[in-house]
């Protein structure tokens, strides 16, 4: 497995976003440091209590790459904040899903 290079070192990442659980995002915004494209928020694994259900794409990973384990990583929601271009308050707890499976939201 390789070693990830992450784009932000830890002590770079400011609290944003306090107590928002658990997310997954791929290497493309954690890595190679691209912005947040597409997210989506799905029901949370009630097996893990810390998963908020958002999941980030740049929205420039195909589908072989988004569906290797490897690309993807499971990091607290504020890590990933940073890649958002847009207002931060979108993934709180609250957001609801209104009774559909999943919110999906398209960035610029």
Avoid: H
Avoid at 51 to 63: K, L, N, P, V
Avoid at 67 to 86: E, G, H, K, M
């Amino acid at each position: 497995m390789r070693k990830k290079v992450f784009k932000l070192k830890a002590e770079e990442i400011k609290e944003l976003a306090p107590a928002r659980g658990s997310c997954i995002a791929t290497d493309m915004i954690t890595v190679e440091g691209e912005r947040v494209g597409y997210m989506y928020r799905e029901e949370p694994d009630p097996e893990n209590a810390a998963d908020s259900g958002w999941r980030f794409f740049s929205g420039t990973e195909d589908d072989e790459y988004a569906n290797d384990p490897s690309n993807l990583q499971v990091y607290d929601v504020n890590t990933t904040l940073y890649a958002i271009p847009l207002p931060r308050n979108i993934c709180r707890e609250d957001v609801k899903l209104s009774g559909k499976p999943r919110l999906t939201i398209r960035l610029p």
